[in-house]
């Protein structure tokens, strides 16, 4: 039995989730978070299952928005601190922290990142000539919003639980991130460095410095491959 300590990239969590699983209340995401982290501590080597001990889930996210901020198409102002995902994403932390061996990890959003910008792909419609300005709505165009302090919360925790030898494996639910520097320093010391990308590819130099990789739900993966078909 390997104590394990599971860390988990929320934003990319939630986004992978919601196109998966389709969208459901804060306390619903939360309890399907908890369980799927829990998934990860059951293994089978040689037709023997294995449990292995949870040390901590460490979930790290920003809080929401609540700034205003000007809509170009609807030439207003639009304030964020009053809308439905600013309060659901209040009450999924709230339920997150209520879990067992849970440690919420908050950074903070740039205040000079927000803005309210043109989708990518309807930027391409435009350029290419499918559709014109009058064709726009209000659905295409999204918030641009970047995160402080949440990968190097993770690159701290990560040297932390290796340093320390406070356990034996590391499973970090995330994307194709920059993770490369803490998984080689957590297999330098001994860590068995485990990433669970969801179903998603990764760069081959993050490969090269990790132990495994294991998605513990076929969904994922199914759904990415309908999306690249």
């Known amino acids: 039995m390997e104590k394990v300590a599971i860390l988990v990239d929320g934003?990319?969590?939630?986004?992978?989730?919601?196109?998966?699983?389709g969208k459901v209340t804060a306390k619903e995401r939360a309890d399907e978070l908890y369980s799927y982290c829990n998934r990860h501590l059951k293994e089978t080597h040689f037709k023997e299952e294995i449990y292995n001990k949870l040390y901590r889930i460490f979930y790290?996210?920003?809080?929401?928005i609540d700034k205003i901020v000007y809509h170009p198409l609807l030439k207003k102002n639009v304030n964020f601190s009053n809308t439905d995902t600013k309060k659901w994403t209040e009450d999924f932390f709230k339920e997150m922290s209520k879990k067992r061996k849970v440690a919420l990890r908050l950074g903070e959003l740039s205040e000079y990142s927000v803005e309210?910008?043109?989708?990518?792909s309807i930027t391409k419609k435009l350029l290419?000539?499918?559709?014109?300005?009058?064709?726009?709505?209000?659905?295409?165009?999204s918030l641009s919003l970047q995160q402080k302090g949440v990968d190097m919360k993770?690159?701290?925790?990560?040297?932390?639980?290796?340093?320390?030898?406070?356990?034996?494996?590391i499973i970090l639910i995330a994307g194709d991130s920059?993770?490369?520097?803490?998984?080689?320093?957590?297999?330098?010391?001994?860590?068995?460095?485990?990433?669970?990308?969801?179903?998603?590819?990764?760069?081959?130099?993050?490969?090269?410095?990790?132990?495994g990789r294991r998605t513990c739900d076929e969904k994922f993966k199914f759904y990415l491959n309908q999306l690249f078909k």
């Open 11 to 21: 934003g990319y969590y939630r986004k992978i989730s919601a196109k998966v699983y």
């Open 60 to 64: 790290y996210d920003c809080p929401p």
């Open 128 to 141: 290419n000539g499918s559709i014109d300005l009058n064709d726009l709505k209000e659905k295409d165009f």
């Open 154 to 169: 993770i690159g701290l925790d990560i040297a932390s639980l290796s340093f320390k030898h406070q356990v034996d494996k």
């Open 116 to 120: 309210c910008n043109l989708k990518y």
């Open 178 to 211: 920059d993770f490369v520097p803490a998984a080689k320093l957590a297999r330098t010391e001994g860590i068995d460095f485990v990433l669970d990308s969801l179903g998603a590819d990764i760069r081959n130099n993050l490969s090269l410095h990790i132990d």
